[in-house]
């Protein structure tokens, strides 16, 4: 009976490929759910609604799956649409802040960290080695603390050009960038004697990276409030090479 019927079935299969496999989709779903002879004779009789059923639920099965993976691809997407943004944004900043010339090129530091002339462009909130801030904090400040003043917001050309706060390189020298035990963002520079250091911390963004060469003038940082501090400002310190240790110096006796 089965050889008898297998010609029947290739000839079903060469004229109508498509709905042959279906019919036998159907049959084996029919004979899953009812496991009687007269499974058969359901399929025959309902096998439109059935077809109909089947296409329907693959149709479902389909934007479901392309509905589930839009979900998980669009953070990826999103993320790295946003990730792209932001290294487009932070790449720019240092390519389009221009260095100050006025700091020539320096292996000890002479001029403000603002840039100006002396000290019109800052105002200290904390000296070296304050006494209050040691009261206050508990521990030694070596360096001074720098504000912008009126003067610098009213005449810096780089304030005017750029609506930031730009920290310059006072010496020529190699970078040290880094997040102190504090989370703020630090910049080292040694000149190329390797006498002096300078460090700027609280930069709510560095423009040079760990192991740049950089000139005294070229944009370092914009001033921030990143680590322990209490609101935007730049910690300056000047540190000098003693023996085998670098001994934290006041700044206003280079800068001013």
């Known amino acids: 009976m089965k050889v008898a019927k297998l010609p029947l079935q290739l000839n079903r299969i060469k004229d109508d490929p498509f709905g042959f496999f279906i019919d036998k989709i159907i049959a084996f779903i ?62 720019s900043n240092n390519s389009n802040i221009p260095s100050d010339s006025s700091f020539g090129d320096t292996q000890v530091p002479r001029k403000n960290p603002f840039g100006g ?21 508990g521990k030694e400040h070596p360096a001074i603390d720098l504000v912008p003043s009126s003067a610098y917001y009213e005449n810096s050309l780089t304030y005017k050009e750029t609506h930031k ?26 000149n190329t004697n390797n006498t002096f250091r300078v460090k700027y911390i609280h930069f709510s963004l560095a423009l040079v990276e760990n ?17 322990f ?10 540190r000098i090479k003693d023996g085998n240790t670098w001994r934290a110096v006041n700044p206003l006796g280079y800068i001013q």
């Open 165 to 190: 706060v730009v920290i310059f390189a006072t010496i020529s020298g190699s970078v040290n960038h880094y997040i102190d035990t504090y989370g703020g963002e630090t910049v080292e520079i040694t």
């Open 229 to 238: 501090s209490t609101g935007d400002h730049v910690h300056y310190e000047i």
């Open 30 to 91: 029919v004979n899953l759910l009812i496991p009687l002879p007269l499974a058969g004779d359901l399929v025959a009789q309902f096998k439109k609604p059935i077809a109909t059923l089947l296409v329907t639920l693959l149709i479902f099965f389909l934007f479901m799956l392309t509905v589930i993976g839009t979900i998980f691809m669009s953070p990826v997407i999103l993320g790295s649409s946003i990730l792209t943004n932001i290294t487009s944004v932070f790449g």
């Open 117 to 137: 002339s002396g000290m019109s462009y800052t105002t200290i909130t904390s000296y070296f080695l304050d006494p209050g801030y040691y009261l206050q904090y």
């Open 211 to 227: 192991g740049n060469m950089v000139r005294s003038g070229t944009p370092v940082g914009i001033m921030g409030d990143t680590g």
